[in-house]
């Protein structure tokens, strides 16, 4: 398995942005589509953006497209979430996953998981 880690959350204002990123360690990054998704308190965790082994494609929720940019460095283990004009809705814990299937948009298709980093976006 590959081991992530998430950074890059915090408090921002509405229209504001912030760029998460997801450290891999472990087994070759290259071999893992990546994903991230989110939780809101009291909320079931969904599917926000995927990206596949090599970067060539990307996959978003209709909520963040257009807004949200998922991105990869093979060269440095780690994936990216770029997030601009935030809303208040954006509001959740974070996580990056890992998985051998794109564009995976359940949580069971993803077999690694990060601790999550949380992003508060105030009104």
């Known amino acids: 398995q590959v081991q992530l880690v998430e950074s890059g959350g915090g408090l921002v204002q509405a229209g504001g942005s912030l760029r998460l990123s997801c450290a891999a360690s472990?087994?070759?990054?290259?071999?893992?589509?990546m994903g991230w998704f989110r939780q809101a308190p009291g909320k079931e965790r969904e599917f926000v953006a995927a990206?596949?082994?090599?970067?060539?494609?990307?996959y978003y929720t209709v909520s963040v497209k257009g807004r949200f940019t998922i991105s990869r460095d093979n060269a440095k283990n780690t994936s990216y979430m770029q997030m601009n004009s935030l809303k208040p809705e954006d509001t959740a814990v974070y996580y990056c996953?890992?998985?051998?299937?794109?564009?995976?948009?359940?949580?069971?298709?993803?077999?690694?998981w990060g601790q999550g980093t949380q992003v508060t976006v105030s009104s």
């Open positions: 996953a890992a998985s051998t299937r794109f564009p995976g948009t359940v949580v069971t298709a993803y077999g690694s």
């Open positions: 472990g087994r070759t990054f290259s071999s893992y589509a």
């Open positions: 990206i596949s082994w090599s970067g060539s494609r990307t």
